[in-house]
């Protein structure tokens, strides 16, 4: 059984930084997308930036292009999602994922079939 746990999160300042940390486990990702989505109140989960297994591929979200960097840890199976100046738009439960089945890397959309975590929350206060 597939296994990802988030950590990470918490409450940081307008212009701070927080780094999100997802553990798989369970089985071989090897080959697979990796990712975070988020879910802000009141809103849809949305994209936010994937990772191929290799590492040397990366995609974001317009909204945390510049801000955010996702890196990955293949002998530890991490995934991790820094976040640099943060704004209160940032708030929101962050997801990780493993994308067994994607339509295309360079997409926004959720994978068709894939593994989520529990999230994490982030706040960042206005």
């Known amino acids: 059984q597939v296994q990802l746990d988030e950590s990470g999160g918490g409450l940081v300042q307008a212009g701070g930084s927080l780094r999100l940390s997802c553990a798989a486990s369970?089985?071989?990702?090897?080959?697979?997308?990796m990712g975070w989505y988020r879910r802000a109140p009141g809103k849809e989960r949305e994209f936010v930036a994937r990772i191929n297994w290799s590492g040397d591929r990366t995609y974001y979200a317009d909204s945390v292009k510049g801000r955010f960097t996702i890196s990955s840890d293949n002998a530890k199976n991490m995934v991790y999602l820094q976040m640099n100046s943060l704004k209160p738009a940032d708030t929101a439960i962050y997801f990780c994922?493993?994308?067994?089945?994607?339509?295309?890397?360079?997409?926004?959309?959720?994978?068709?079939?894939?593994?989520w975590g529990q999230g994490t929350q982030v706040t960042v206060p206005s």
């Open positions: 994922n493993v994308a067994v089945s994607l339509s295309d890397f360079y997409t926004d959309g959720e994978p068709l079939i894939g593994f």
């Open positions: 369970g089985r071989t990702f090897s080959n697979y997308n």
